[in-house]
């Protein structure tokens, strides 16, 4: 705790230079906190949340210009997120960088918590979109972007998104839009974990071959292990280091485990949208405890 404690003051005084390391032991607390906040509301969704907690925890730790205790600062970053069912990841990493109480982590979907199912933006200061239907956050995140070049203002902002909502229509017209509006400001990711409620994505309805349809729309793509902090991490600086080189919006193709770090959950679609039982919260915090030690023991 010390040591999440002391990356996270780092990080709200700007400082960059958080290591690895740092950055590897909060999305384990994140992954932690994702357990604890499902087993507790006995709902939601716990693959895809536990796949993006090291892009969530790079985001908010290291990548973002965000400032939890003014959390609607002009300049800031702009977080969009599409697939609205994975927020226990994003408001796990809220509480840890200070946006509210970490305690109230453990209010989620229960009545008259903030903490809603799918991210209501009225509610808690630091959400910029609600969401629920998907492929909708891809639609406001290229308006955003399109009303940023307007007002000439040089934030970034950054689009989260599953791959399973790539079967809507409505994703494709937004990334139309934003490749015909030159929209170098829009960044977005995809969480390409081959699954979705019912199945696993390509045998329900094949994206393949996904990066060359999203470059025929005039994106530059990019692939990532998104499991992979130092390669999480590099990625996105790198795509940020090109925005302003470029005339079109930037994708990322991240692949990622869904059910990350549960031995008994990784890969399995079935986990989607189902929350885990006492025993199995036990088992798996007892996972992610030992590689919480793991971590610290390592040299980066």
């Given at each position: 705790m010390q040591r999440i404690e002391a990356s996270k003051k780092m990080f709200i005084k700007k400082n960059k230079?958080?290591?690895?390391?740092?950055?590897?032991?909060?999305?384990?607390?994140?992954?932690?906190?994702?357990?604890?906040?499902?087993?507790?509301?006995?709902?939601?969704?716990?693959?895809?949340?536990l796949g993006m907690a090291d892009i969530f925890t790079a985001l908010y730790f290291k990548i973002l210009n965000h400032d939890p205790a003014n959390p609607q600062f002009e300049e800031r970053d702009r977080l969009i997120l599409s697939n609205g069912h994975i927020c226990p990841?994003?408001?796990?990493?809220?509480?840890?960088?200070?946006?509210?109480?970490?305690?109230?982590?453990?209010?989620?979907?229960?009545?008259?918590?903030?903490?809603?199912?799918?991210?209501?933006?009225?509610?808690?200061?630091?959400?910029?979109?609600?969401?629920g239907p998907l492929a909708q956050g891809v639609s406001i995140a290229a308006g955003y972007a399109y009303a940023a070049k307007m007002?000439?203002?040089?934030?970034?902002?950054?689009?989260?998104?599953?791959?399973?909502?790539?079967?809507?229509g409505q994703l494709w017209e937004a990334l139309m839009f934003a490749g015909n509006k030159k929209l170098n400001n829009f960044i977005g990711i995809i969480d390409r974990n081959n699954i979705q409620?019912?199945?696993?994505?390509?045998?329900?309805?094949?994206?393949?071959?996904?990066?060359?349809?999203?470059?025929?729309?005039?994106?530059?793509?990019?692939?990532?292990?998104?499991?992979?902090?130092?390669?999480?991490?590099?990625?996105?600086?790198?795509?940020?280091?090109?925005?302003?080189?470029?005339?079109?919006?930037?994708?990322?193709?991240?692949?990622?485990?869904p059910g990350k770090g549960i031995s008994f959950m990784e890969n399995k679609y079935e986990?989607?949208?189902?929350?885990?039982?006492?025993?199995?919260?036990?088992?798996?915090?007892?996972?992610?405890?030992?590689?919480?030690e793991r971590i610290n023991e390592s040299d980066q």
């Open positions: 230079e958080i290591t690895a390391k740092e950055l590897k032991l909060i999305a384990n607390k994140i992954r932690q906190d994702i357990i604890k906040m499902l087993f507790t509301a006995n709902s939601g969704h716990t693959a895809g949340s990841a994003q408001y796990a990493c809220m509480a840890n960088a200070g946006y509210f109480p970490e305690k109230e982590l453990l209010t989620l979907r229960k009545l008259n918590s903030r903490l809603q199912g799918h991210p209501n933006k009225l509610d808690l200061p630091g959400l910029e979109n609600s969401s007002d000439k203002k040089d934030f970034t902002i950054f689009c989260l998104m599953s791959d399973g909502e790539h079967q809507e409620i019912d199945g696993y994505v390509e045998n329900l309805m094949p994206l393949e071959p996904l990066r060359q349809k999203l470059e025929a729309f005039n994106c530059n793509v990019y692939e990532m292990n998104g499991n992979n902090m130092q390669e999480v991490v590099i990625t996105l600086e790198n795509v940020l280091k090109n925005r302003d080189k470029t005339t079109r919006p930037s994708i990322i193709i991240a692949k990622t485990a986990w989607h949208g189902r929350p885990p039982k006492k025993e199995e919260a036990e088992s798996a915090l007892k996972e992610l405890q030992a590689e919480r």
